[in-house]
Nanobody, 122 residues
Framework: QVQLVESGGGLVQAGGSLRLSCAAS????????RAWFRQAPGKDREFVAA????????YYADSVKGRFTISTDNIKNTAYLQMNNLKPEDTGVYCC???????????????WGQGTQVTVSS
């Protein structure tokens, strides 16, 4: 059982920045891919970004390309999501997840964190 703990959420004005962190309790084949998803009130869970920690390959949702950057620190076993130029539509609960293979389908992700709230005011 992999434990994931997110931190770094908060309230920020439009145009501001936040950095989310996701610490994993272990490193194994089930954690090769680290990803971030978000869910706004009344909406479905949405893919945000993913990274394969060995290859470094990354994927981003079109809505965040050029503004968000996903990265990992393999020594700390932690993934990060740097969010710049935040918009009100970025508001939601951001959850990190892990999977063996990279992808955008949340059903492919095995373990999930509890989530951290990000609120962007206009």
């Amino acid at each position: 059982q992999v434990q994931l703990v997110e931190s770094g959420g908060g309230l920020v004005q439009a145009g501001g920045s936040l950095r989310l962190s996701c610490a994993a309790s272990e490193r194994s084949s089930s954690t090769y891919t680290r990803a971030w998803f978000r869910q706004a009130p009344g909406k479905d869970r949405e893919f945000v970004a993913a990274i394969h920690r060995s290859s470094g390959n990354t994927y981003y949702a079109d809505s965040v390309k050029g503004r968000f950057t996903i990265s990992t620190d393999n020594i700390k076993n932690t993934a990060y999501l740097q969010m710049n130029n935040l918009k009100p539509e970025d508001t939601g609960v951001y959850c990190c997840a892990v999977a063996a293979r990279i992808g955008t389908d949340p059903a492919k992700y095995t373990y999930w964190g509890q989530g951290t709230q990000v609120t962007v005011s206009s």
